[in-house]
Nanobody, 116 residues
Framework: QVQLAESGGGLVQPGGSLRLSCAASGFTFSNYGMSWYRQAPGKERELVAVTSTSGGSTNYADSVKGRFTISRDNAKNTVYLQMNSLKPEDTAVYYC?????????WGQGTQVTVSS
Protein backbone atom coordinates (compact mmCIF):
# COMPACT_ATOMS: atom_id res chain seq x y z
CA GLN A 1 0.00 0.00 0.00
CA VAL A 2 1.41 3.35 -1.03
CA GLN A 3 1.88 5.83 1.79
CA LEU A 4 3.35 9.31 2.00
CA ALA A 5 3.44 10.62 5.55
CA GLU A 6 4.36 14.25 6.12
CA SER A 7 5.57 15.54 9.46
CA GLY A 8 7.32 18.55 10.95
CA GLY A 9 4.67 21.21 10.53
CA GLY A 10 3.61 23.55 13.29
CA LEU A 11 3.41 27.13 14.47
CA VAL A 12 6.49 29.30 14.00
CA GLN A 13 7.19 33.01 14.29
CA PRO A 14 8.09 35.09 11.24
CA GLY A 15 11.77 34.67 10.46
CA GLY A 16 11.83 31.20 11.98
CA SER A 17 12.59 27.82 10.46
CA LEU A 18 10.93 24.46 10.08
CA ARG A 19 11.97 21.20 8.50
CA LEU A 20 9.28 19.08 6.90
CA SER A 21 9.75 15.38 6.27
CA CYS A 22 7.83 13.02 4.03
CA ALA A 23 8.36 9.31 4.60
CA ALA A 24 7.40 7.09 1.68
CA SER A 25 6.47 3.41 1.54
CA GLY A 26 4.79 0.98 -0.80
CA PHE A 27 6.66 1.96 -3.97
CA THR A 28 10.22 2.25 -5.26
CA PHE A 29 11.00 5.68 -3.90
CA SER A 30 14.22 6.20 -5.85
CA ASN A 31 12.34 5.89 -9.16
CA TYR A 32 10.02 8.81 -8.42
CA GLY A 33 10.45 12.52 -8.73
CA MET A 34 9.43 14.14 -5.47
CA SER A 35 7.93 17.52 -4.85
CA TRP A 36 6.34 19.70 -2.20
CA TYR A 37 3.15 21.63 -2.80
CA ARG A 38 1.20 23.92 -0.54
CA GLN A 39 -2.35 25.18 -0.31
CA ALA A 40 -3.36 28.25 1.62
CA PRO A 41 -6.98 28.88 2.64
CA GLY A 42 -9.03 30.03 -0.34
CA LYS A 43 -6.18 29.49 -2.77
CA GLU A 44 -5.23 26.82 -5.27
CA ARG A 45 -2.56 24.27 -4.51
CA GLU A 46 0.80 25.46 -5.79
CA LEU A 47 4.15 23.86 -6.46
CA VAL A 48 6.83 24.84 -3.95
CA ALA A 49 9.83 22.70 -4.83
CA VAL A 50 10.72 19.63 -6.86
CA THR A 51 13.65 17.26 -6.91
CA SER A 52 14.75 14.63 -9.40
CA THR A 53 15.05 10.93 -8.61
CA SER A 54 18.68 11.26 -7.56
CA GLY A 55 18.26 14.63 -5.89
CA GLY A 56 20.80 16.12 -8.26
CA SER A 57 18.31 18.52 -9.84
CA THR A 58 15.98 20.84 -7.98
CA ASN A 59 13.63 23.67 -8.81
CA TYR A 60 11.73 26.16 -6.69
CA ALA A 61 8.84 28.56 -6.90
CA ASP A 62 10.09 32.13 -7.13
CA SER A 63 8.39 32.94 -3.85
CA VAL A 64 10.61 30.51 -1.88
CA LYS A 65 13.91 30.66 -3.77
CA GLY A 66 16.81 31.29 -1.44
CA ARG A 67 14.73 30.41 1.63
CA PHE A 68 13.60 26.79 1.10
CA THR A 69 15.69 23.75 0.27
CA ILE A 70 14.35 20.41 -0.94
CA SER A 71 16.45 17.29 -0.44
CA ARG A 72 15.96 13.55 -0.41
CA ASP A 73 17.53 10.49 1.16
CA ASN A 74 16.83 7.48 -1.03
CA ALA A 75 18.25 5.14 1.60
CA LYS A 76 15.60 6.35 4.04
CA ASN A 77 12.79 6.78 1.48
CA THR A 78 12.34 10.32 2.71
CA VAL A 79 12.14 13.76 1.16
CA TYR A 80 12.67 16.94 3.16
CA LEU A 81 11.83 20.59 2.91
CA GLN A 82 14.00 22.93 4.94
CA MET A 83 12.19 26.24 5.32
CA ASN A 84 14.08 29.27 6.58
CA SER A 85 13.16 32.93 6.97
CA LEU A 86 9.51 32.00 7.10
CA LYS A 87 6.91 34.63 6.31
CA PRO A 88 3.21 34.82 7.21
CA GLU A 89 2.41 34.22 3.54
CA ASP A 90 4.06 30.80 3.82
CA THR A 91 1.14 29.70 5.99
CA ALA A 92 -0.50 26.72 4.28
CA VAL A 93 -0.99 23.00 4.33
CA TYR A 94 2.11 21.42 2.81
CA TYR A 95 1.84 18.23 0.79
CA CYS A 96 4.45 15.92 -0.63
CA UNK A 97 3.90 14.32 -4.01
CA UNK A 98 5.55 11.41 -5.78
CA UNK A 99 5.39 11.20 -9.57
CA UNK A 100 6.56 8.76 -12.22
CA UNK A 101 4.85 8.79 -15.60
CA UNK A 102 1.14 8.32 -14.94
CA UNK A 103 1.69 7.28 -11.33
CA UNK A 104 1.11 10.12 -8.89
CA UNK A 105 0.75 9.84 -5.13
CA TRP A 106 -0.05 12.48 -2.53
CA GLY A 107 0.40 12.69 1.19
CA GLN A 108 -2.25 13.91 3.62
CA GLY A 109 -0.50 17.20 4.32
CA THR A 110 0.95 18.98 7.32
CA GLN A 111 -0.08 22.43 8.53
CA VAL A 112 2.49 25.22 8.68
CA THR A 113 1.41 28.43 10.37
CA VAL A 114 3.70 31.46 10.46
CA SER A 115 2.45 34.00 12.95
CA SER A 116 3.61 36.12 15.84
Amino acid sequence: QVQLAESGGGLVQPGGSLRLSCAASGFTFSNYGMSWYRQAPGKERELVAVTSTSGGSTNYADSVKGRFTISRDNAKNTVYLQMNSLKPEDTAVYYCRAARAQYIYWGQGTQVTVSS
